[in-house]
Each structure stands twice: as C-alpha cells, then as structure tokens.
C-alpha cells in the first residue's frame, strides 16, 4: 500500500533558473511520509505523544526532470522495510501533466530510527504501537 500526497510547486520552492531547488524534496518526502503514516489512522503527534520519535539516519535523492513553478505534483510514499526499532520509506515524485499522463521527475528513500523521546535510546515501536507496527508490517 501507499500513500499519495499533492503538491502545487510555489514560487518560493524555485530557484534563479526557474526550477525546484533540490533541498525541496526531504520536505516533500516529509508530507507524504505524514500522509502515510495517516493512513493507518496514526498521526506523527500520536507517536511523539507515546513518546517515540522518528530521528533520520539516511536521506537518498535522486533527480531526473526538473520540477517548475505551478507544476502539479504527486508524491507516492510506501514502506519497503520495517523492523521493530528501524523504518525505511521509499518515494516516487511525479509531475501530473496536463493529458492526465504523469513524468517522474525524482525518487528517494528516507531511513529512521524509532528512539524514546526522553532518552533518545532506540526503543521498540512493535511494543510502543504494537498495532501501527502490524498494520504497516501486514502490507510488506
């Protein structure tokens, strides 16, 4: 399963020559990684609020076609591993074209530890949130 998230690429997120400056995808990758987590009817503040967090240990980005500004975009977001004290997603950005066609422009992968929120120890999040870990296990 995956989630898709959709963007309008802002002025802002361009840079002088007119297209996505490249620091935008970890923020990209962000909302889709939200959008999936929701999925499963768990919300990021559910999971700090049991008091496990999600530090980054590895970001991948890998650019093909450029993004520009006004482009419609779609952010495709799944799991490809999880183990109790470690999570990797997997992204796919894709511009939506006018003819309902889409171009991928990019892909990347995001890898997080779980760790206590007090502590910053890696914790178990099968025995924080035993359930969100067998709903996102049952689908790899």
Same mark, same amino acid.
């Given at each position: 399963?995956?989630?898709?998230?959709?963007?309008?690429?802002?002025? #802002?997120?361009?840079?002088?020559?007119?297209?996505?400056?490249?620091?935008?995808?970890?923020?990209?990758?962000?909302?889709?990684?939200?959008?999936?987590?929701?999925?499963?009817?768990?919300?990021?503040?559910?999971?700090?609020?049991?008091?496990?967090?999600?530090?980054?240990?590895?970001?991948?980005?890998?650019?093909?076609?450029? #993004?520009?500004?006004?482009?419609?975009?779609?952010?495709?977001?799944?799991?490809?591993?999880?183990?109790? #004290?470690?999570?990797?997603?997997?992204?796919?950005?894709?511009?939506?074209?006018?003819?309902?066609?889409?171009?991928?422009?990019?892909?990347?992968?995001?890898?997080?530890?779980?760790?206590?929120? =007090?502590?910053?120890?890696?914790?178990?999040?099968? =025995?924080?949130?035993?359930?969100?870990?067998? =709903?996102? =296990?049952?689908?790899?």
């Amino acid at each position: 399963m995956h989630s898709k998230s959709y963007i309008t690429v802002r002025y #802002a997120e361009t840079d002088k020559m007119g297209i996505v400056h490249h620091s935008n995808y970890p923020v990209w990758y962000e909302i889709g990684r939200t959008d999936y987590i929701q999925l499963y009817g768990c919300h990021y503040r559910d999971m700090e609020n049991s008091g496990v967090m999600m530090p980054l240990i590895n970001l991948s980005c890998h650019f093909g076609y450029p #993004a520009k500004y006004e482009d419609k975009l779609l952010v495709r977001t799944w799991v490809i591993e999880l183990k109790p #004290a470690h999570i990797l997603f997997s992204y796919k950005i894709c511009r939506l074209n006018d003819d309902g066609t889409e171009t991928e422009i990019g892909y990347g992968t995001t890898e997080h530890g779980f760790v206590d929120s =007090k502590t910053f120890k890696p914790c178990s999040i099968k =025995k924080r949130m035993p359930e969100l870990y067998e =709903k996102i =296990k049952g689908t790899l």
